[in-house]
Structures are given as C-alpha cells and as structure tokens.
C-alpha cells in the first residue's frame, strides 16, 4: 500500500514538472515572437531619393512632377519643400509625387518621408513681369496709362517717325525693340513678353496738341505747351 502511494505521488510530480516545462516553452516561443515582431516594426526605412522633377522651370501654381525612389505612399505623408517653402502634395506613389509650386524663390527641391529626406535639382521660377516701365521720345513728352502710352506732337508736326527707348521688365523682351524706328502716324502695338511667355500688349499714339511750341537746344528741338 506504501509503495502505491509512493508511486502515485511520482507520477503526479512528473506531471507538474511537465506543465511546469511546457509553460515555459510556451513563454520563450511568445516572447521570441513578440522580439522578432518588435525588429520587424523598427526596421528602418530606406531615405527617399529624388531622381529628376519636371518639369525644371515654371511658375507659381504649376504642377510640378518628382520621380525617384522611396517615397511614402500617402500624400501627406510626404513633405515637399521648394527652396524651403512647403507645397502642396496632391498625389503619392512610392516613385512619383505630384505637387502645385508654392510661392517661393528659385532653389532646390526637397522631399522628407519617414525614411529620411533628400534634395533634388533646382526648380527654377520664370519671372510673370511684363510691363513697360520707361517709354521716352527725345524731344517730346511722354505719358504711360495702363497699357497706353502717349506721345505729345505739335498739331503741325509731319515727322511722325520716332526711334522710343524703351526699358521693360527684368527677364522681358519687347516687339518692336527698343530703338528701333517706327511709324506713329497709326497707333503701335507693343508687346511685351515675359520670362514665362505671357504677353501684354501696348497701344501707342500720337497725342496732337495745339499750342505746342518749340526750342531749339544743344542742337536739339524741344517741344512745350504755351
């Protein structure tokens, strides 16, 4: 009956110990599960890299495309800076962003994800400015309003032929160019281009006033009212 008993208590302390062991297994497989699943979420991600934009020059507002490598998926989750200045991410994909050119100034190209940040090429901006900002004939009075300009002749004056200098806005060319000679017995159009090939054109005329005497000086005649 001892030896029963002995034997009973045996088996029942072996059998704690094999739970006891098999616990144990279950919380080492748990915890390498949760290591290997913790190094899986901190891998890192690798940093964008940007390839090329296009295109390379434009103007506020433009949709600019940007290729490259490593970008985040989500468009916000994307920061896009021109020369430091933040734009607006309107499509993402892991290759390619699509973004509007902020108001800024010409510089490089930014892209920040969680993986890193990289810079690209330099966005160039074009210049809007068209405008005539001197128009003189020597010898007469000249008047500029909006987008017209006026020349003030005597009433009897036959020399309608007049060679203006002209200055326009920086980045800008004009059409007919500055010195060149025109005919002003009609209105001129001038037109003025600007960097980013928008136009605005000028209209010039002859202003005929009465009464409008003449000097002569250093060679030169000049014309005045009285």
Not at 43 to 51: D, G, M, N, T
Not at 187 to 199: Q, R
């Amino acid at each position: 009956m001892g030896t029963d008993r002995r034997q009973v208590i045996k088996l029942v302390n072996n059998n704690q110990m094999t739970k006891s062991v098999l616990c144990i297994y279950i919380a080492v497989f748990v915890s390498l599960v949760t290591l290997f699943s913790n190094c899986s979420d901190e891998v890192e991600k690798p940093a964008p890299q940007v390839l090329a934009i296009n295109p390379e020059k434009g103007v506020i507002g433009e949709t600019i495309t940007i290729t490259g490598s490593n970008f985040e998926t989500q468009s916000d989750q994307n920061t896009v800076t021109f020369n430091g200045i933040k734009a607006s991410v309107t499509s993402a994909t892991s290759s390619m962003l699509t973004v509007i050119a902020p108001t800024s100034t010409t510089g490089p190209i930014t892209v920040k994800t969680s993986g890193g940040e990289a810079t690209g090429s330099v966005f160039t901006y074009l210049s809007t400015d068209k405008a005539i900002t001197k128009f003189s004939v020597d010898g007469y009075t000249t008047t500029i309003v909006g987008n017209t300009i006026k020349i003030d002749v005597p009433a009897f004056t036959e020399n309608k032929v007049f060679s203006p200098d002209i200055t326009v806005s920086p980045q800008a060319t004009i059409t007919p160019a500055s010195g060149e000679l025109v005919d002003f017995a009609n209105a001129v159009s001038y037109t003025v281009v600007a960097e980013d090939h928008s136009e605005t054109i000028y209209k010039v005329s002859l202003n005929y006033i009465y009464g409008l005497k003449s000097i002569r000086f250093n060679s030169a005649t000049k014309y005045y009212d009285g």
